[in-house]
């Protein structure tokens, strides 16, 4: 990676109170929090990743993973700042061991679609099969199929890609996936633009 490029950690985003001891599923019993995102939690972006990642090593130490690492280094390759993102999850807590997969998914969007609805972002971005199948409702949904366009979906201008672990150990998705990262930059500066323009 570019040597002008560092990784950071993002700040947590604070959680609703009412959402600190949810239940709905088995994995509030492997959890060692909820993490509700990262980052900027008024970005006009969200970028919707499977499930949390590792924050802490093995001893407690900030900890940044691959996949943010990545997810980062895309970002800030095509221009993005790190208050433009906010990042968050399909599952709101990290599974530690086997869980029901579908069960967990379905209860939690349920608080994804609280968050979107609190946070108003502009655009999502998915990133990896599951955040598609998952926010499309569509089993059978894949990244292949849906990145190189942008979806009216659920009231959001949505983009698809594939997730950050899976160009880590695929380099050859590299050129694709900074390719949909650029369609979303584009977007995103020219509805700033136009705003812009409105207001002068």
């Not at 807590?93 to 969007?109: F, L, S, T």
């Amino acid at each position: 990676m570019e040597s002008t490029f560092s990784s950071f950690l993002w700040p947590e985003a604070v959680i609703p109170s009412e959402m600190t001891d949810c239940q709905r599923c088995e994995l509030y019993k492997q959890r060692k929090r909820m993490i509700w995102g990262e980052g900027n939690p008024q970005a006009s972006i969200t970028v919707l990743l499977d499930n949390p990642g590792e924050r802490e090593d093995k001893e407690g130490n900030p900890f940044v993973c691959g996949t943010r690492r990545m997810l980062q280094y895309a970002a800030h390759k095509v221009g993005f700042k790190p208050d433009d993102l906010f990042v968050t999850y399909i599952l709101k807590c990290r599974p530690r061991r086997k869980y029901n997969k579908q069960e967990a998914r379905n209860n939690c969007m349920k608080h994804l679609f609280l968050q979107l609805e609190l946070q108003k972002p502009d655009y999502i971005f998915c990133l990896g099969d599951t955040a598609v199948q998952s926010f499309f409702e569509e089993k059978e949904a894949s990244v292949k199929c849906f990145r190189g366009k942008v979806h009216n979906t659920k009231g959001f201008s949505v983009f698809v890609s594939y997730h950050p672990h899976a160009v880590v150990r695929r380099p050859n998705l590299l050129p694709y996936f900074l390719q949909d990262w650029e369609a979303l930059y584009f977007a995103y500066k020219s509805s700033v633009s136009s705003l812009t323009k409105e207001k002068e």
